[in-house]
């Protein structure tokens, strides 16, 4: 079955260690994201990648970092940087513009702890 | 820069009754889509909608769209218990694969 494999499902780090989440899909989608959701908020958009090679800052992309290196992977690294990275971090999936009918296909998620 | 917004952010109801669930958004968008996530878990594509007018149902949620007034709602009818859920919607940014979501409406279906 096609879907969005995130690994590992519980993350714990110390702080001012860098850490990478897994993003893995088999949909043949060409666009990928990641999100970031805190407590009884909502979804923020951490970076996203519309094709192999190339990906994009969305509105909190500082203290993070993304490759696309292949169409099915799109891991993003945790930086020490980043002030506050205590999340729940969702990546999805979606083809192209001429499929907007389609929406996005989300993993089931990475529970951050860093402490 | 697009904002969407949502409200009640929380909602707490009876089962039998009707209620509905509003998201605005600031800029021209070309498709809306509502989620629902379950505690602890990801998020469920529920409808798209990508045209104005666009009206969808599934059992007891139907939602729609008015790309003129940049609204769309998810309208509850009869509630149940297993409709206790967060709900999203998410807006495409015309042109682009990027996708906004609003700020989520926690629903308690009360027995």
């Known amino acids: 079955d096609g879907g969005i494999t995130q690994s590992p499902k519980y993350l714990f780090r110390k702080e001012g260690q860098n850490v990478t989440l897994s993003c893995e899909q088999n949909?043949?989608?060409?666009?990928m994201y990641w999100y970031r959701q805190d407590p009884g908020q909502g979804l923020r958009l951490i970076y996203y990648?519309?094709?192999?090679?190339?990906?994009q800052k969305g509105d909190i992309a500082e203290g993070y970092s993304v490759s696309r290196e292949k169409k099915e992977s799109f891991p993003l690294t945790v930086t020490s940087a980043q002030k506050n990275p205590t999340a729940f971090y969702l990546c999805?999936?979606?083809?192209?513009?001429?499929?907007?009918?389609?929406?996005?296909?989300f993993g089931n998620g990475t529970r951050l702890t860093v402490t | 820069e697009l904002k969407v917004e949502q409200n009640p952010l929380f909602l707490s109801m009876q089962e039998g009754k009707n209620y509905t669930i509003y998201c605005n958004y600031s800029?021209?968008?070309?498709?809306l889509y509502w989620y629902r996530q379950d505690p602890g878990k990801s998020l469920e594509s529920l409808f798209v909608?990508?045209?104005?007018?666009a009206v969808k149902q599934e059992g007891r949620l139907m939602a729609s769209l008015d790309t003129k007034a940049r609204l769309s709602t998810l309208h509850i009818t009869a509630a149940v218990h297993d409709l206790s859920a967060t709900y999203f919607c998410a807006v495409g940014t015309s042109g682009t694969y990027k996708y906004i979501f609003g700020t989520g409406t926690r629903l308690k279906v009360l027995a």
């Open positions: 800029t021209t968008s070309d498709r």
């Open positions: 999805a999936s979606s083809i192209k513009p001429s499929g907007w009918n389609s929406p996005l296909h």
């Open positions: 949909l043949n989608h060409d666009a």
């Open positions: 990648s519309q094709i192999v090679n190339d990906f």
């Open positions: 909608l990508l045209s104005n007018g």
